[in-house]
């Protein structure tokens, strides 16, 4: 592996090809002359970015770069996201990226940064849609892949319901044998491939709760409901007894993440609402669990004499990363950055509506190292979140390699 600190943001034409003189041919060549304008769409993306349902320049500069390099591509019906095929066959496989930004204002002080307020690629999907359009390129250039590779910029990933129900109702899957994605992994150096075979994510259900009752005097709580401590009841009950009544391997992550009832110090509110997720690493408890928090709210707030209304918005199951692909991709990690660029990941708490395709066709999702190895690793969904550039070539690499061996296995 290439052990280098680069600039923090260095020029693009000095952003290293992790790989390179790995082969094939077709691929080195792509790289040595395309990575610089590949690296500055990217910057393009970030500094301008779209949230999801919204992506409609993002999808405008696909489809243009796509053209240019002779790729036939379409807009999906819902008017951002983009399909497109490269080769000729029977066979197909699929190389999927999200395309959408998160609702926060980024703070990393890059020279690129978003221009918009409340609006940030804060989750690494600029790096994603980069990689998959090199891969484009580089596979359009290739001759004869011995089938067909569809190209699938999904957008909505990070909103429910996912983008990835617009994409199976535009045929985005039809006829694929195997589908494949990546992940930014801000935990992984740059350079290294996490991959796991089974659960590599968990599922992500949302819930909003509105209590009311009848408001009052703190000074006479008797004779009202007490709607603040109705609340705190379901806040600190709920996630405890989740805890009792699924099965611990399942790994139940509720939390919190907003609150909101009342303004004075003196007064009991009307109402009240609660917002959090509900985490699971466990496909049969995700099935389970609707249920059980509708019954378990119902229990913890019968004594408090306060009605609710709960929305509970049930989410993705865990990317259930098939075997076979899982080893494809592993082979091709191997080739494209090393013997040693595959490291074994592990399951994670984050969700990832890629789950949604593989409940249709088999596939895998790698985990793309972009730590620099020398500054802080900042989590995904920060505002500090970047990426190291030299992870663009490393991903290129490959979804190129994988898409090859895929068609060839």
Known sequence: MIELAPPLVPDPDDVLDLGAGRGPLWLDDMLRTDLPELVRIRRRVHSHPELGRRESATSALILRTLDADGIKAKLMPTGTGVIAEVGSGEKVVGLRADIDALPLNESTGLSFASTLPNVAHACGHDVHLTVLLGAARALARAGDLGGRVRLIFQPAEEV??????????????DGLSRLFALHCDPRLQVGYVGLKSGAITSTSDQLELRISGAGGHTSRPHLTTDLIYALGTVITGLPALLTRRLDPRASAVMVWGAVHAGEAANAIPRDGVLRGTLRLMDRRAWDAAESLVRELVAQLL??????????YFRGVPPVENEQVSTDLMRTAAQRALGAEAARPAEQSTGAEDFAVFLEQVPGSLARLGVWDGVGPRVDLHSSRFTADERAIAAGIRLMA???VAALAH
Request: charged fraction near 10%; glycine fraction near 18%.
């Open 401 to 403: 390699h994988t898409a």
């Open 160 to 173: 429910f319901p996912g983008g990835s129900h617009d994409v199976i109702a535009a045929g985005g899957l």
């Open 302 to 311: 019968a004594p408090t004499g306060a009605a609710f209304e709960l929305d």
